[in-house]
Nanobody, 123 residues
Framework: QVQLVESGGGLVQAGGSLRLSCAAS????????MGWFRQAPGKEREFVAA????????WYADSVKGRFTISKDNAKNTAFLQMNSLKPWDTAVYYC????????????????WGQGTQVTVSS
C-alpha cells in the first residue's frame, strides 16, 4: 500500500501561485497514476487533475485547464500540482491520491488518499 503526504498549501492572493507536493512511501510509486482532488466547505470532493503512472498522459478538470499543471517524479516518489492564476473559488482542501486506473476522474477509482493540505485564495 502507498502512503501519501501532501504539503505546500497556504494563503495566497488571487492571481498568485502555489506548488503542492505529494510525497509517497510504501509500494512502488511508479506503478500508480496520481490524482489531485479538492473539497471546499459544504461541497463534494471534486476532481482537479491526474497523471498516468509513467507521466506521459495528463487530464484536467475544465475549471483548472491552462492554470494548473500536474507532474510526477518517479525517482523522488513525488507528485506535484503547480497552480497559477489562482482564483478565490480555488479555495479548498487539496488531496492527492493514487490509482491503478488510467484516465479516470472518479474519486471511487482512487485510493489511498493523503490527509489533505489547505489552500486559501483571498480576493
Amino acid at each position: 500500500q502507498v502512503q501519501l503526504v501532501e504539503s505546500g498549501g497556504g494563503l495566497v492572493q488571487a492571481g498568485g501561485s502555489l506548488r503542492l507536493s505529494c510525497a509517497a512511501s510504501g509500494r512502488t510509486f511508479s506503478n500508480y497514476a496520481m490524482g489531485w482532488f479538492r473539497q471546499a466547505p459544504g461541497k463534494e470532493r471534486e476532481f482537479v487533475a491526474a497523471i498516468s503512472w509513467g507521466g506521459g498522459s495528463t487530464w484536467y478538470a475544465d475549471s483548472v485547464k491552462g492554470r494548473f499543471t500536474i507532474s510526477k517524479d518517479n525517482a523522488k516518489n513525488t507528485a506535484f500540482l503547480q497552480m497559477n492564476s489562482l482564483k478565490p473559488w480555488d479555495t479548498a482542501v487539496y488531496y492527492c491520491a493514487a490509482s491503478r486506473a488510467f484516465g479516470s476522474s472518479l474519486a471511487a477509482d482512487f485510493g489511498p488518499w493523503g490527509q489533505g493540505t489547505q489552500v486559501t485564495v483571498s480576493s
